[in-house]
């Protein structure tokens, strides 16, 4: 079982070569389909790069589980993708000041795969 660490795009750098899970709106999906842009949920806006093209759409909240590369990119692992009507209420903001509260305790909010 792997562990990964909940984390927001400003923390990117602090997790370099970790494994990390993060929750965010895609933003673009670029022609090749294994590049996507991700805005965060505080705002940042990180690339996530694919192993495969993965059938997602511009808008669509997704959760990427990957390790953070030494270019502040996110090296994919799996996407959970979110149905709309599963994300019409969420409130990323609320996501957002979760994943800063995580922080304080890092061992007891890892993502377990």
Do not use: W
Not at 93 to 108: K, R, T
């Amino acid at each position: 079982m792997s562990h990964h660490y909940r984390i927001n795009g400003s923390m990117l750098q602090q997790f370099n070569e970790k494994p990390v899970s993060i929750i965010g709106t895609v933003t673009k999906i670029h022609p090749s389909g294994n590049i996507i842009d991700l805005e965060t949920s505080d705002k940042q806006h990180i690339v996530v790069r694919l192993s495969e093209h993965v059938d997602v759409n511009a808008g669509s909240i997704i959760e990427v589980l990957g390790n953070v590369d030494n270019r502040n990119q996110i090296v994919c692992d799996t996407i959970v993708t979110f149905e709309p009507e599963q994300t019409a209420n969420f409130d990323m903001d609320m996501y957002n000041q979760a994943v800063m509260l995580f922080q304080h305790y890092p061992q007891d909010y890892l993502v377990n795969l």
